[in-house]
């Protein structure tokens, strides 16, 4: 059920019709038409809370505790270390990858679970840089996820030779890939904007100027369209714990285009990773496909949770998906600029829906209060730095009348300026 496109995937038409009247009894009629009402049903959702933050952390849904529970109980507590072999634990990986396949548009064996993103990310750039010797130089955006940057600085550090991460704005990424550019590492949707590239058109991009296409896919699979295949990008990465709901620190997946696993090498050649693992021999043989790609044991209750997790997508219809997405984001775009004109708050992200991804940001010098004070009042966002309120929209358990009701709690804090307490002044170590 993958779907296709990018930015230049078609969109259903808004709404929010000019002038028309956005009350909450045109909200309840939207709910009552969704295909995907349903979703609701399963996943655990405190009452009064508006959750917009399921761009950061997915909620629970009612079947992963069921299936921890198993784990402990029975394959660890009963099964012990039979349960690698009688439970299925040594193919979690590769199991839980081919779920997440269809989300990305790739086929099962080009997906497998493991690690954290960021060490993804060094693994595949790395065999990127060996795939492209004659380069060196990982361009990128400005602004980009920091991990991202991060990792790749790192990466140069350690190789030294030469090795340059480069960046640049947005607009200036295609205009920038020449001869020397061994690998273009991309954030498809921007998490502090929301502001989401044209897979196809820049993997073509990239291809053209002989460099590889590598997608951080952390902000859009299991919530915009991506189509890995149909835009033969290279690779990818993203977590498991936005989107997917997975919980907190679940794994994260990679991806290796068909005809390129036998040439990738990673440098983190751990042990689940080997040919023949409990052979233990003392020299290193690299497994096929996507195996190859495991470093040291998988963290099994993490797993079965995100397999719990992603089991509910067999029966969501990914257009339906990306047409509740659009719907509700331009919604709230209409509400906050009717109810709270006047008030400071900037749209930050793209206003055609063709170039957003499933959140909406706004600015406002006092961001952070202003997002501590719906907080405090059941409206779940967050806070990016400098100026940014973002909100997150879930299809699959949000509904219309949350989003007029989360609006109309905004007006309240902006109209009595609530959040000019000094409580919502103080900054969190998490924000």
Not at 32 to 41: I, S, T, V
Not at 141 to 170: K, S, W
Not at 277 to 286: A, G, L
């Amino acid at each position: 059920m993958a779907a296709t496109g990018g930015a230049g995937a078609a969109h259903p038409t808004s709404p929010v019709a000019p002038g028309q009247a956005l009350d909450r009894a045109a909200c309840a009629a939207l709910d009552a038409r969704d295909p995907l009402a349903d979703q609701r049903a399963l996943f655990h959702l405190p009452e009064d809370l508006f959750y917009l933050d399921g761009n950061s952390l997915g909620p629970l849904p009612h079947a992963v505790g069921e299936r921890v529970r198993r784990v402990l109980s029975e394959e660890w507590g009963d099964g012990l270390i039979r349960s690698w072999n009688t439970a299925g634990w040594i193919d979690l990986p590769a199991r839980v990858g081919a779920r997440i396949a269809p989300l990305i548009g790739a086929a099962a064996d080009e997906v497998i679970v493991a690690d954290s993103t960021s060490l993804n990310l060094f693994k595949l750039l790395a065999a990127a840089l060996r795939l492209r010797p004659e380069r060196r130089v990982i361009l990128s955006q400005t602004g980009n996820f920091p991990t991202d940057l991060y990792m790749a600085q790192g990466l140069v550090a350690l190789l030294d030779a030469g090795y340059e991460l480069r960046t640049l704005p947005h607009d200036e990424i295609v205009g920038a890939l020449d001869e020397d550019v061994a690998v273009l590492m991309l954030t498809h949707v921007d998490y502090h904007s929301g502001r989401m590239y044209d897979m196809a058109a820049v993997t073509e991009a990239a291809h053209a100027a002989g460099a590889l296409m590598l997608w951080d896919l952390a902000h859009s699979a299991g919530a915009v369209p991506v189509d890995l295949g149909a835009c033969s990008a290279d690779l990818a990465v993203g977590c498991g714990y936005k989107y997917l709901n997975g919980g907190p620190g679940a794994p994260a997946f990679l991806f290796v285009r068909r005809d390129l696993q036998p040439r990738v090498e990673q440098p983190l050649t751990g042990w689940l990773g080997h040919a023949a693992p409990f052979e233990f021999t003392p020299d290193y043989v690299p497994g096929p496909g996507m195996i190859r790609h495991l470093c040291g044991t998988p963290p099994v209750l993490s797993l079965a949770a995100l397999d719990a997790a992603l089991a509910l997508w067999s029966e969501v219809d990914l257009a339906a998906l990306r047409a509740k997405s659009v719907a509700m984001c331009e919604l709230f775009i209409a509400l906050v600029e009717r109810e709270c004109a006047g008030h400071g708050l900037r749209l930050a992200s793209p206003r055609a829906a063709a170039e957003r991804g499933s959140q909406v940001c706004f600015a406002h010098p006092e961001g952070y209060a202003i997002v501590q004070a719906l907080i405090d009042r059941g409206v779940i966002g967050d806070f990016r730095t400098p100026d940014i309120l973002r909100f997150g929209f879930t299809p699959l358990y949000l509904r219309y009348v949350d989003v007029f009701d989360a609006v109309a709690i905004l007006r309240e804090v902006m109209e009595t300026r609530a959040w000019d307490e000094p409580r919502f002044k103080a900054r969190a170590a998490v924000t």
